[in-house]
Nanobody
């Protein structure tokens, strides 16, 4: 399977917006649960949200609800993490990841059910820094 590759991110002041994209050839529009994760230095990687690539159903964790959302562009093989109203605590390295999930189990692609260890394919990460 092709590798995932994040791009975008960067530095922004609190209250600003950023978009990170994940190049995901072979994943978008297919039977994959794709996730966005972030990691602060010294902390464990934490889930931000997921999208079931076949159909596009998304879910994000409560800490970013109403601020972040996920979308995909099947034609360009891209998955996006849109981040608005950014806070300093949103700073970290952001990763996209994926694992195969048959469509009859798509409901499992949910932040309350999936675990970090479920994801087999990972990007290299993109840095986000939010200053106060």
């Amino acid at each position: 399977q092709a590798r995932l590759a994040e791009s975008g991110g960067g530095s922004v002041q609190a209250g600003g917006s950023l978009i990170i994209s994940c190049a995901a050839p072979g994943y978008t529009g297919a039977d994959y649960c794709m996730g966005w994760f972030r990691q602060h230095p010294g902390n464990e990687r934490e889930m931000v949200g997921v999208i079931y690539a076949y159909g596009g159903a998304t879910d994000v964790v409560d800490s970013v609800k109403d601020r972040f959302y996920i979308s995909q562009d099947n034609a360009q093989n891209l998955v996006f993490l849109h981040m608005n109203s950014l806070k300093p605590e949103d700073s970290g390295t952001y990763y996209c990841a994926a694992y195969g999930l048959p469509s009859d189990r798509s409901q499992e692609c949910d932040v309350g059910r999936v675990r970090t260890g479920d994801f087999h394919y990972w990007g290299q990460g993109a840095q986000v820094t939010v200053s106060s």
